[in-house]
Nanobody, 117 residues
Framework: QVQLVESGGGLVQPGGSLRLSCKFS????????MRWYRQAPGKQRELVAG???????NYADSVKGRFTISRDNRKNTMDLQMNSLKPDESAVYYC???????????WGQGTQVTVSS
């Protein structure tokens, strides 16, 4: 059983920064690929960033150079540092895990990020 809990969302001004965190509850966190997705009202959920079980990262083109994904396998956490935020990045941000063994995916409940002056 995997549970994912996001935190760190909130209201930030354009150009500001936020750091999201995802707490993984379960076993063998180090064997999971982890991702951040976001979904704005009326839009499809989109992949923001991912980090594999081996630490390889990938980013959506729109966030490259501004967002940084990381993981701490000792603490079972994954973070997303978001800098230079834009109003159109307001969305619910979701944590996603995928087992490298079973390929089963799990989702968190999401955390709201609002970028507005």
């Amino acid at each position: 059983q995997v549970q994912l809990v996001e935190s760190g969302g909130g209201l930030v001004q354009p150009g500001g920064s936020l750091r999201l965190s995802c707490k993984f509850s379960g076993t063998f966190f180090s064997l999971y690929d982890m991702r951040w997705y976001r979904q704005a009202p009326g839009k499809q959920r989109e992949l923001v960033a991912g980090i594999t079980s081996e630490g390889t990262t990938n980013y959506a083109d729109s966030v490259k150079g501004r967002f940084t994904i990381s993981r701490d396998n000792r603490k079972n956490t994954m973070d997303l540092q978001m800098n230079s935020l834009k109003p159109d990045e307001s969305a619910v941000y979701y944590c996603n895990s995928e087992s490298t063994i079973t390929r089963v995916e799990d989702w968190g409940q999401g955390t709201q990020v609002t970028v507005s002056s």
